[in-house]
């Protein structure tokens, strides 16, 4: 497991002292207007370099089966299925003309019960997929309690084409919240998947992948 930080903000800690008369004593007073000038041009672009992180998370990454510790809770992916319909009641399915993408994971807090957040899937070239609002989010994870060093389970549910699924990775967070909190963790966990195990994946996907218990 790794933890990719966010770039610390650039500081300037030295002083400067006035020192001299006349000649010298004007040149050391240009030395330290200068050094004002430089140390407030680096405020400014601190400020900015703050402001503009501020929401930035901070990854955690892994792989499938692994525990990814992002200390304020664990996530595990367990396993993951692609299929072309999903029966959420006896009587209503969900079809697509693409794939749905099942993922079961796994989760623990540290400290206190979170719910975590709708995932996103994020693909090899950069694009992020939101997790599908055509499955009802009470029949997904992000409707349990997520408590402390007790691990739950539950999926989740994507709706994405097949070119999607090389190189994809799945990214776990805590739901949006009216507070915006600096560096929030986020696991990124990655499915394994190569062009290859990908193709051979979305050529098998299951008819029906039912939500129903019996």
Not at 22 to 47: E, F, I, K, P, Y
Not at 132 to 149: E, H, N, S, Y
Not at 174 to 187: A, C, F, I, M, T
Request: hydrophobic residues 40%; neutral net charge; charged residues 20%.
């Amino acid at each position: 497991m790794t933890a990719v930080q966010p770039r610390a903000a650039a500081s300037d800690g030295r002083g400067a002292r006035r020192t001299g008369s006349g000649r010298g004593g004007s040149r050391a007073l240009n030395a330290l207007l200068g050094l004002l000038l430089a140390g407030g041009a680096v405020g400014l672009q601190t400020l900015a370099l703050t402001e503009n992180d501020t929401g930035a998370p901070l990854t955690y990454t892994g792989d499938k089966g692994q525990d990814v510790d992002a200390r304020r809770f664990h996530v595990r992916l367990d396993s993951f299925t692609v299929t072309r319909a999903i029966q959420t009641r006896s009587t209503e399915t969900v079809e697509t003309d693409n794939l749905f993408l099942v993922v079961n994971a796994a989760a623990k807090s540290s400290l206190k019960p979170y719910h975590l957040g709708q995932p996103t899937l994020l693909t090899a070239d950069g694009h992020r997929f939101d997790a599908t609002d055509r499955v009802d989010g009470t029949l997904t994870m992000a409707a349990t309690w997520v408590q402390p060093d007790i691990w739950v389970t539950g999926r989740f549910f994507f709706e994405v084409p097949a070119s999607a699924l090389p190189g994809a990775k799945v990214v776990f967070g805590l739901p949006p919240s009216v507070v915006v909190e600096p560096y929030q963790p986020e696991v990124e966990i990655d499915l394994g998947l190569d062009e290859k195990a990908a193709r051979d994946l979305a050529a098998k996907p299951q008819d029906v992948y039912s939500l129903v218990k019996k």
